[in-house]
């Protein structure tokens, strides 16, 4: 039950992640700020908002402000009739799900395989990325929620 | 803390901001013992309780007070300086009291024998001149009063609408205290509005009756109150102000549910849901509307910390004040409640400190000394109406107009063509005060701005109306509770959006061949509705779709206008469809999306969908960048267009082309015209052998451009209106083209009267007016009145000008403000009439002039010691920080742009006024 363990303390040595794939790309959310997976659905666009900005939504109640994932890291746009899911996540007390290409599996990752930003990613994506795990036969960018709203939210702010 | 303190410490601070007001009271009318009997009560209470909890130091201080009350009831008189010792000393406990709820029960260190010793002193001197008896009396006072007490307290008991079953008196009970709690005569009715303050728990009243000022009743009737009160005290019950959010939060959502049960029953023709749905629907709105008002307080309760706030202000400022109070018992949403207080105070210091005059000006303009501050609320339509008047000096116009000059809010320009109503809302700017001394009261540059950004943050508006001498009053209108709003549902751009109701006043369809259709001036979109034109704008360009897919949406003409009022402004938004209307629950945006001014907040509709709510505020300021709203601000704006062009392509200026008398266009820069204007056929009068309308409460004679022109039978008669010093003239004219911007060059002169030339504007030969000309037919005296004083007339001003338009159209402005003026065309022209001994007292020169230009000239004019001294004004299109520089170093004397009459006015005044020796 060792594992259970590490999930209630949010272990030091192995973190669980919910994968999901953005324009082909590997990235791993922490599964502790990951409230539940959802297909966005009559997402209501948002004028004059900042172009990541999908829309709103309504999920079982709450608004939910929807965040394309693929605007904000800079890759070209999906296929008009392409499948989309979304991930629900918190940040501070407001609900954000971020909509991506699709949803992988959970994997338990060791800091082992952990790390830093390698010096020349870009920088747009270094921003939000909490570092690199090393998988079997592909990488995986961790996605940092803190980092990716301080990016988005500060900046507009100040505009 | 444990309960007993923080109840302690509730009740305490209610009672006294209730001794505040009771003591306010006194001090007008010192006889009344009911009042005094009340605050006695009250701080003896106080005291007894502080005794009871182990407060020693809050004890010693409100016996001191006690004391020299007792010595009021006694018959000792009442002075003010008594009373202003002992707010003091009800102030010091508040601040004991603060300190010890931060602290959590400790009473702070610190001593209050100067407060005590000063009470004592005041009470010693008033008992020598009380009665020996008395006196024995109150010598024993402080010892007998628990005994006396008993039996009063029975005639005056607690407020009503408090628990008798709370911890604090139930421990009085148990320790045999001599307080028999809960009731309270309705006598006390006043100061028990005044109850419910900052602290969380709120009361929950039972609808007793509340008055502003209650009438004193006898105390047989006032016992048989209390008897009555109790049932009515025991009706009521605390409950914390969270648990009220909490049920008006799960109520929102319940609205919101049954919105969407309502939306899909709607779909189902026959549903067997339909007449449960159609109960739970009115239960829910009963529920609502059960909810909203446990939320619901008097507006008195923001009123109640004024009567004590306007005495100690009457002290300061030596001002003596009466503030009048009406409708204090209207109701309104607590979260309003709050967000209003603070914004009242302000304004009521305002009041005090800027509006009232010192008693002597008030004595010598023949009002009464008392100067009086009137508060008064009451409910129209879903708003609340709160307006502060004082019947003071009102807003002195020509102050806020130096201030705004002062601050460049706005040039002199600007300001001219402004109406007081316009001027008086500058001091509603950022950093706006008028008063010309900081004072501890007011004067400190915060002020109007706050109040209105406050009062607009909660959807409501602020009005200002102030008549010079008579006084000002603000109105304040809010709308009632913030939590659940009715809005209207458009469609614009294939999305659906929100409007709250309260700023749409009404909706117009629009088609192309109908009554209503869109008009346009230039680009600018505008409708005629009721003889007004309102500015329009589409919905997708404020959401910042691309113009030209608006504009060609705008084309098709068809669709619905929202007419919206925002403060003054009223203007038309385009829509695409209008759906219904629906009350919604304004929720928040995320962060994310606050930085969006053009909306609110978002909802879940009946269908579940979400919807962005439009913000009336954020469209008004839009408004005032995106489009132009052309009527009022026409000319204003021709203004600057013009000086814009100017500045970017020389001479290019804004032309109003139009139509009249014959086929041929006309002209006439813009910036000359102050208002287009259309009148009914009906309404134009004819008298005394000429045409005029009534506009603006006078009349005003209409002028034909050509003497065969005759004007529409039927409909109505556009005209242009020129306004110069309170005198305005009707052009008329058959048809407005256009508004242009073209390079104004007057290739064939004219011999016709009233005609200054033809130019190419729109690649057509067009005919430019002469305002000089027809001025004088409206009124024969125009270029002879008022601005011209005797002194200008004797001023002899030389004109420098190479374009024949300008040399036109300045020529007139020069004379209208009494000046003779010689135009000449070029430097060298102006230095040979310099030669031939032509005297001029001072020379307006163009800049942009082929051979010699005005640097140049002037540079040339210094150099000869007979002109050294001659003012001499700079005219340029091109008015920028180094070409001011430049003028400044050529020596010239000050720098005017070409399109700024009232400047050059002005600036020509100053320079006679401040060098009419060395001119003449």
């Not at chain 2, 009567?307 to 109701?331: C, F, H, N, Y």
């Not at chain 2, 300021?621 to 132009?628: D, L, T, V």
């Not at chain 2, 091109?878 to 070409?898: H, L, N, T």
């Amino acid at each position: 039950m060792s594992s259970n363990d590490n999930l209630a303390t949010g272990a030091e040595d192995s973190i669980q992640y919910v994968t999901v794939v953005i324009g082909g790309q590997l990235f791993g959310l922490p599964i502790s700020q990951v409230h539940d997976v959802f297909v966005p659905d009559s997402v209501t666009r948002v004028p004059l908002a900042a172009p990541e900005v999908a829309g709103v939504l309504n999920l079982r109640g709450r608004i939910v402000t929807a965040i394309d994932m693929r605007k904000r890291l800079h890759l070209p746009d999906r296929d008009e009739n392409a499948q989309v899911m979304a991930v629900g996540i918190e940040h501070k007390g407001e609900s954000y799900g971020l909509v991506i290409d699709t949803v992988g599996e959970v994997l338990r990752l060791s800091m082992d395989s952990h790390e830093p930003n390698p010096s020349n990613l870009d920088k747009r994506w270094a921003e939000i990325s909490g570092g690199v795990h090393r998988l079997d036969g592909k990488l995986m960018i961790i996605l940092d929620i803190k980092r990716l709203f301080g990016a988005m939210v500060e900046p507009m702010a100040a505009a | 803390m444990d309960d007993l303190l923080s109840e302690f410490l509730t009740e305490t601070n209610e009672s006294l901001d209730v001794v505040d007001v009771e003591l306010v009271k006194f001090e007008q009318e010192p006889n009344n013992a009911k009042i005094l009997d009340n605050i006695f009560r009250l701080v003896h209470t106080i005291k007894g309780t502080c005794g009871f909890l182990g407060l020693p130091r809050l004890e010693a201080l409100a016996h001191a007070a006690e004391t020299l009350m007792g010595k009021f009831r006694d018959g000792a008189p009442v002075t003010q300086e008594a009373v202003s010792l002992i707010l003091i000393s009800i102030d010091r406990i508040k601040e004991i009291l603060a300190d010890l709820e931060t602290a959590g029960g400790a009473e702070p260190e610190g001593s209050d024998d100067d407060l005590i010793s000063e009470l004592e002193r005041l009470s010693l001197s008033a008992r020598t001149g009380a009665e020996a008896e008395a006196e024995a009396e109150a010598a024993a006072g402080p010892d007998v009063t628990t005994g006396a007490l008993v039996e009063q307290v029975l005639e005056r008991p607690l407020r009503p609408g408090e628990v008798s079953l709370d911890d604090l008196e139930r421990a009085f009970r148990e320790a045999e205290c001599e307080v028999e709690l809960p009731v309270e005569a309705a006598t006390n009715a006043p100061a028990a509005e005044a109850q419910e303050d900052a602290p969380p728990p709120l009361t929950v009243k039972a609808g007793a009756a509340r008055k502003a000022t209650a009438e004193p009743k006898g105390p047989e009737k006032a016992e048989k109150e209390n008897k009555s009160g109790s049932s009515v005290s025991s009706q009521s019950i605390r409950v914390a102000v969270e648990t009220l959010e909490h049920l008006m939060t799960m109520v929102s959502e319940l609205v919101l549910t049954r919105n969407q049960l309502l939306e899909i029953v709607r779909r189902h023709e026959d549903s067997e849901f339909k007449v449960p749905l159609q109960r739970l629907s009115n239960v829910t709105a009963e529920l609502q509307e059960g909810v909203m008002k446990t939320r619901m307080q008097p507006i008195g309760n923001a009123w109640q910390k004024l009567p004590r706030i306007v005495r100690d202000l009457s002290q300061e400022l030596d001002k003596p004040i009466e503030l009048e109070m009406v409708g204090a018992e209207t109701e309104l949403d607590r979260q309003v409640l709050e967000l209003i207080k603070d914004p009242l105070t302000h304004m009521i210091r305002n009041s005090a400190d800027h509006g009232l005059e010192m008693p002597s000006d008030r004595r010598a303009v023949g009002k009464p000394e008392k100067g009086t501050i009137t508060l008064s609320a009451y409910h129209e339509g879903g708003h609340i109406i709160i307006e502060v008047k004082d019947d003071g000096r009102g807003i002195d116009v020509e102050r806020v107009k130096s201030k705004v000059l002062e601050r460049g809010l706005a040039s002199e320009a600007e300001l001219e063509k402004m109406t007081d109503q316009q001027i008086h809302k500058f001091i509603f700017h950022a950093g706006f005060s008028t008063a010309t001394n900081v004072t501890s009261v007011s004067g400190r540059g915060v002020g109007m701005d706050v109040v209105r950004n406050n009062v607009e943050l909660i959807g409501g508006s602020i009005d200002l109306r102030s008549t010079a001498g008579q006084g000002s009053s603000f109105i304040i209108k809010i709308p009632l509770t913030l939590a659940i709003v009715s809005a209207l549902i458009v469609e614009a751009g294939g999305d659906r959006y929100a409007i709250p109701q309260l700023s749409v006043v009404e909706l117009v369809r629009v088609q192309n061949n109908s009554e209503h259709r869109i008009e346009r001036i230039k680009d600018t979109p505008v409708l005629r509705l009721r003889n007004k034109l309102l500015p329009l704008v589409h919905m997708s360009y404020l959401l910042g779709a691309d113009e030209t897919d608006v504009n060609s949406e705008l084309e098709s003409d068809t669709g619905f206008i929202v007419v919206m009022q925002v403060g003054n402004q009223t203007f038309g938004v385009v829509v695409d469809g209008v759906f219904h209307t629906e009350e919604i629950v304004v929720k928040p945006m995320s962060s994310m999306l606050r930085n969006l001014t053009m909306f609110s907040g978002n909802t879940i509709l009946g269908d579940g969908a979400v919807i962005m709510i439009i913000d009336p505020n954020g469209v008004a300021s839009a408004m005032a960048s995106h489009a132009s709203s052309v009527v009022a601000e026409g000319e204003r704006k021709g203004v600057e267009e013009a000086i814009a062009a100017a500045i970017d392509g020389q001479s290019s200026v804004s032309m109003l082309l139009f139509r009249a008398g014959s086929s041929e266009p006309k002209a006439v820069p813009l910036s000359l015209v102050t208002r287009l204007e259309e009148f009914e056929v009906s309404k134009i009068e004819h008298s005394n052998g000429r045409d005029l309308v009534q506009y603006r409460g006078a009349l005003m004679p209409l002028v034909y451009i050509e003497p065969g022109q005759t004007r529409r039978s039927e409909g109505t008669q556009p005209m242009l209106v020129f306004s110069d010093a309170g005198r305005s003239m009707g052009l008329v004219v058959d048809e407005i083209v256009d508004i242009v911007e073209d390079r104004m060059n007057i290739e064939v002169g004219s011999d016709r009267a009233g005609i200054l030339g033809s130019a190419v504007i729109k690649e057509k030969a067009t005919e430019v007016i002469d305002l000089g000309y027809y001025l004088p037919q409206a009124f024969e005296d125009w270029f002879m009145r008022k601005e011209m004083d005797i002194a200008a007339l004797t001023k002899k001003v030389l004109l420098v000008d190479d374009s024949a338009f300008f040399r036109n159209m300045l020529t007139p402005v020069l004379k209208a403000a009494g000046y003779d003026v010689t135009a000449c065309q070029s430097a060298q022209q102006a230095f040979e009439l310099l030669e031939n001994g032509d005297t001029f007292h001072a020379i307006v020169s163009d800049i942009e002039m082929p051979d010699i230009n005005g640097f140049e000239f002037c540079e040339a004019l210094r150099r000869d010691p007979r002109f050294r001294k001659l003012p001499v004004l700079a005219l340029s299109a091109v008015v920028s920080p180094a070409s001011i520089e430049r003028g400044r170093q050529a020596g010239f004397d000050d720098y005017v742009a070409k399109f700024d009459r009232p400047g050059l006015i002005a600036s020509l005044k100053d320079m006679f006024s401040g060098e009419l020796g060395i001119a003449a």
